[in-house]
């Protein structure tokens, strides 16, 4: 039987979607991250739309959570994932990964973020899209702890740049980095390009 694997390469519903034009710029061979993998949906978008993607590293680790970002924020968290979603998450992801055509571009690691960084050298990877954090601590340290694995000249971006919190705490972030840098935010997403 002639089995058509999935194609995310038009998908409308990818957090990852506003970026996809800029990541497909950055060059040949590229090796990204997505930071809170969750189904799939943005990791298969980017790497259809993007042929220019050697390597894509997903990081998740699918442990139940309560998310807080959101307007107004009180660090309350008002969207729980309890473990049964997670599961299927997990399941949903592994899946789509196994039928996308892309499963040897993809590197996946299923653990925490702080542990996950331990596993990359500084300097060493061509975009990282940030989708984790669930609190207002939560952006601002892996905003931090991962900027400096991005090389110069890559694409340092995240999700959820419509609420006040995240905006916050990456702008604060940036402030801290590379006050010179411009952040990009549309349609839910924030970049800048590391100098
Ligand atoms: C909002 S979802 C990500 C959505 C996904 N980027 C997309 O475009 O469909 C957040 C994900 O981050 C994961 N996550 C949250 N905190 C994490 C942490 N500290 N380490 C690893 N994964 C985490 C959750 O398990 C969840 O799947």
């Known amino acids: ?3 058509q694997p999935y194609d995310f390469s038009n998908a409308t519903d990818a957090d990852i979607g506003p970026l996809i034009h800029a990541i ?3 060059g040949k061979d590229l090796v990204g991250l997505e930071l809170g993998v969750f189904t799939g949906t943005s990791l298969l978008t980017v790497l259809h739309a993007c042929p220019n993607i050697k390597t894509m590293h997903g990081i998740d680790n699918y442990k139940p959570y309560g ?3 959101g307007d107004p924020y009180n660090g309350v968290p008002f969207y729980f994932v309890d473990e049964k979603v ?3 998450n997990r399941f949903m992801a592994f899946h789509r ?3 996308s055509g892309m499963e040897e571009k993809v590197v996946f690691h299923e653990m925490d973020s702080g542990e996950a960084l ?3 050298e500084p300097e060493s990877l061509d975009f990282i899209f940030i989708d984790t954090y669930l609190t207002y601590e939560q952006v601002v340290d892996d905003v931090r ?3 400096p694995i991005v090389k110069s000249g890559g694409l340092f971006a995240g999700h959820d740049w419509h609420t006040t919190i995240v905006r916050k705490g990456v702008t604060e972030v940036r402030d801290e980095v590379e006050p010179d840098a411009v952040i990009t935010g549309y349609d ?3 970049s800048w390009v590391k100098k």
């Open 1 to 3: 039987m002639n089995q």
């Open 118 to 120: 331990k596993k990359f």
């Open 24 to 26: 497909g710029s950055l």
């Open 188 to 190: 839910e997403c924030w």
């Open 145 to 147: 702890s991962w900027y």
């Open 86 to 88: 997670s599961v299927f």
């Open 67 to 69: 998310d807080c970002i």
């Open 97 to 99: 990964i196994k039928y």
